[in-house]
């Protein structure tokens, strides 16, 4: 499944002797919400994990790119999203909204409206590159 956490069993054992139980029927399973429970230990594990684990190996790989190249524009003073765009052959809107999933998966930091920032976290100053300011 790719790295990703998935439900692969449910067990069944009987019961001990002198044991009061009764069987779980389909009805008692579909109201102890299974399906809820699974998508909650499902989370719960990504959270854990590395930021794009959860993705699918070709929607990393995108990902990855769109913040390398995100990353290479900024640190030669570029404009990060017309890289991004240019790069990936997309709209203007499509690659904001690929760098937002850059963002939202852990390989590009947070961000303020209208404040482009790389991997050091900080925007570079009006007319330099963030090279020269390291």
Known sequence: MDGRPECVGLSVAPASAGEALAPLSESVIRKAGIAQIIATERAKLLARSSPTAGLRGSTRRRLEQVAS?????????????????????TTPG????????????????????????????????????????E
């Open 94 to 133: 499509y690659a904001a909204n690929l760098v937002a999933q850059a963002r939202g998966a852990g390989l590009l930091p947070p961000t303020s409206a209208g404040v482009a920032l790389g991997e050091a976290g900080r925007p570079p100053g009006k007319g330099e590159s963030r090279a020269s300011q």
């Open 69 to 89: 190249v995100y990353n290479s524009a900024l640190s030669q003073g570029m404009r990060p999203n017309k890289a991004v765009q240019e790069a990936m052959g």
